[in-house]
C-alpha cells in the first residue's frame, strides 16, 4: 500500500503542467502563432507600446505643475512680544514702551498652501514631432521583427522537411538492409550461402544503425527548437505537411532583378528603419536648438490661508479673538524670460547640434551604403532562385534516372546476377538522389522566403503588381 502511495504521487509530480496537444500545421499556420507567442516577439511589442504611449501622452506636457501642502507651526514670541521689545530697546523713556502690552500669548499657526506653475517653451512642439518620429521608427522596428519571425519560421519548418525526410530514407535503407540479412540467414541456414554472405549482410545492417539515431538526433533537437520559437510546450506534438515543397514554386513568375530593385526597394524595412532614425536626428537637432533659444512663458499662482491656534494656557478667550481668524494670502505672477547666452557661437547648444549633424551626415552615408546592398541582394537572390529552378530539374530527371537502375538491380539481385554491394550501393545512390531533390525543393523554398523578406512583398502581391502594370 505504502508504494503504492509513493508511485501515485511521483506520477502526479512527474506529470506535466500543461496537457500535451497535436498541431498539425502548414507554415503559414505556424507563423501565426509564432507572432501571438513568440516572447523575442512580445518584448519588441512591449518596446513599441512604450513608445505609442509617449506619443498618446505628448500633450501633457501643457498640463501645469499642481501642489499642495499643510503645515503647523510654532514661533517663541508672538508679533505683540516683538513688537514691545522692538519698542522697549529703542526708547530711551517709558512711554513708549508703555503702549505695547506686556501680556506673551503663545502662537501657534496653522497654514495650508496650493500653487501652480505653467510653463511653456517653443521646444514642446518640436518634442511633439521628436515623439512621433520615434514612434514611427519604433513601429519599423516591430514589423520587421515580425517578418523576420515569419521567415524565420517558414525556412526552420522547411528545414525540419528535409531534416524528416532524411530519417525517413535511412529508416528505409535500415529495413532493407534488415530483410537482407534476414534473407541471407534464411539462405545460410539452408545452406545456399556460405557464412561470409551472412556476416557481410549484418555488417551493412548495422552501419546504418548508427546513421539513423545521428539524423533522428539531429530532428529531434531542430524540432524541440522549433516548438520553443512558436511558444508551444516542449511536450506538444507537432505534424508537418510534406506536400508545401511541392506548391513552394507553383506560381513559377517571372522574376526581373533590376524591376524588383527599382520598384520594391525603398519598402525594405533596413532602408526604411534608417530613413526614420534620421528624421529622429533631425527632430532631436530641431528641439534641442529650439529648447535652448526660445523664450520661455511662465505663469505662477499661490494660496495662502493661516490661522492662529493658542496653548491652553491663554485664560482669556476674548482676548486671542483676533488670533483666531483666517488670515488669507496669496501670489500671481507671469514671467517672460529669454535666454541670452545661446546667442554666442560656440557655446554648448551649438555644439550638441554639430554632433547632432555629424550624426545625420553619417546616417545619409549608412543610407546610400544600404540602398546599395540591398540592390545587390535582390540581384543576388533572383539569381538563387533561378539556378534552384534549374537544378530542380536536373535532380527530377536524377531521381527518375535512379529509380530505373534501382529497379533492374533489385530484379538482378533476386535472380542472384547482382552482388549484395553493388545492389547497396545503387539503393544509396537512389537514396541519395531522392534526398537531393528534397535538399533542392527546400533550397528553392527558402531561397523565395528570402526573396519576399528583401523586397517586402509576398510572391502573390508580386504577381499581381505585374499583372497591374500590364493592365496600364
Known amino acids: 500500500m505504502k508504494k503504492a502511495f509513493i508511485f501515485l504521487i511521483s506520477a502526479v509530480l512527474s506529470a506535466p503542467a500543461f496537457p500535451a496537444e497535436t498541431y498539425r500545421l502548414t507554415p503559414e499556420e505556424a507563423v501565426e502563432i509564432a507572432l501571438k507567442n513568440n516572447l523575442d516577439l512580445k518584448t519588441s511589442e512591449i518596446a513599441l507600446r512604450t513608445k ?10 501643457l498640463m501645469p505643475s499642481l501642489s499642495a501642502g499643510v503645515a503647523l507651526s510654532r514661533s517663541n514670541l508672538n508679533p505683540g512680544e516683538n513688537m514691545r521689545k522692538m519698542f522697549s530697546s529703542g526708547s530711551s523713556s517709558g512711554g513708549a514702551s508703555s503702549m505695547i502690552p ?3 500669548y503663545p502662537d501657534w499657526t496653522a497654514s495650508f498652501q496650493v500653487n501652480g506653475t505653467f510653463a511653456l517653451n517653443g521646444a514642446f512642439f518640436t518634442a511633439v514631432e521628436t515623439v512621433q518620429n520615434d514612434y514611427l521608427a519604433g513601429l519599423i522596428t516591430y514589423e520587421d521583427a515580425k517578418a523576420t519571425l515569419a521567415k524565420n519560421i517558414k525556412q526552420a519548418y522547411f528545414d525540419l522537411i528535409y531534416l524528416g525526410e532524411n530519417v525517413s530514407l535511412i529508416r528505409e535503407s535500415l529495413e532493407m538492409a534488415e530483410k537482407r540479412y534476414q534473407q541471407a540467414q534464411r539462405n545460410y541456414n539452408s545452406g545456399l550461402v556460405p557464412d561470409v554472405d551472412l556476416l557481410q549482410a549484418q555488417v551493412s545492417m548495422e552501419n546504418v544503425r548508427p546513421q539513423l539515431l545521428q539524423a533522428q538526433n539531429t530532428y529531434d533537437t531542430s524540432l524541440l527548437q522549433f516548438k520553443i520559437n512558436l511558444g508551444l510546450n516542449i511536450e506538444d506534438t507537432v505534424v508537418l505537411d510534406n506536400s508545401v515543397l511541392d506548391a513552394a514554386d507553383a506560381m513559377q ?14 519598402d525594405r524595412y533596413d532602408i526604411q528603419s534608417i530613413r526614420a532614425n534620421i528624421d529622429l536626428l533631425q527632430s532631436n537637432k530641431k528641439s534641442a536648438m529650439v529648447s535652448a533659444m526660445s523664450p520661455t512663458f511662465s505663469v505662477s499662482a499661490g494660496y495662502l490661508p493661516r490661522i492662529g491656534i493658542f496653548g491652553s494656557d491663554v485664560a482669556d478667550a476674548d482676548k486671542n479673538a ?17 535666454p541670452i547666452d545661446t546667442l554666442i557661437p560656440g557655446t554648448k547648444t551649438y555644439t550638441q547640434a554639430a554632433e547632432i549633424q555629424d550624426s545625420i551626415d553619417s546616417m545619409k552615408v549608412t543610407l546610400e551604403n544600404a540602398i546599395r546592398l540591398a540592390d545587390l541582394e535582390i540581384r543576388s537572390l533572383v539569381m538563387n532562385i533561378d539556378n534552384a529552378r534549374e537544378q530542380l530539374e536536373v535532380l527530377q530527371s536524377s531521381v527518375t534516372l535512379a529509380e530505373t ?7 538482378g539481385y533476386r535472380l542472384g546476377t547482382v552482388e549484395i554491394l553493388d545492389f547497396e550501393n545503387v539503393e544509396n545512390q537512389l537514396n541519395q538522389a531522392r534526398l537531393n531533390l528534397v535538399s533542392g525543393k527546400v533550397t528553392l523554398a527558402k531561397a523565395l522566403m528570402d526573396l519576399e523578406y528583401a523586397l517586402n512583398r509576398s510572391l502573390s502581391e508580386i504577381r499581381e503588381d505585374d499583372i497591374e502594370e500590364i493592365e496600364q
Open 253 to 266: 513568375i517571372e522574376l526581373d532583378a533590376a524591376n524588383l530593385s527599382n520598384q520594391y526597394l525603398n
Open 322 to 338: 483676533q488670533y483666531k481668524d483666517w488670515l488669507d494670502s496669496g501670489s500671481f505672477s507671469i514671467s517672460l524670460s529669454v
Open 405 to 411: 537502375v534501382y529497379q533492374r538491380y533489385a530484379d
Open 52 to 61: 505609442q504611449r509617449n506619443k498618446r501622452q505628448v500633450y501633457n506636457q
Open 102 to 104: 506686556s501680556t506673551v
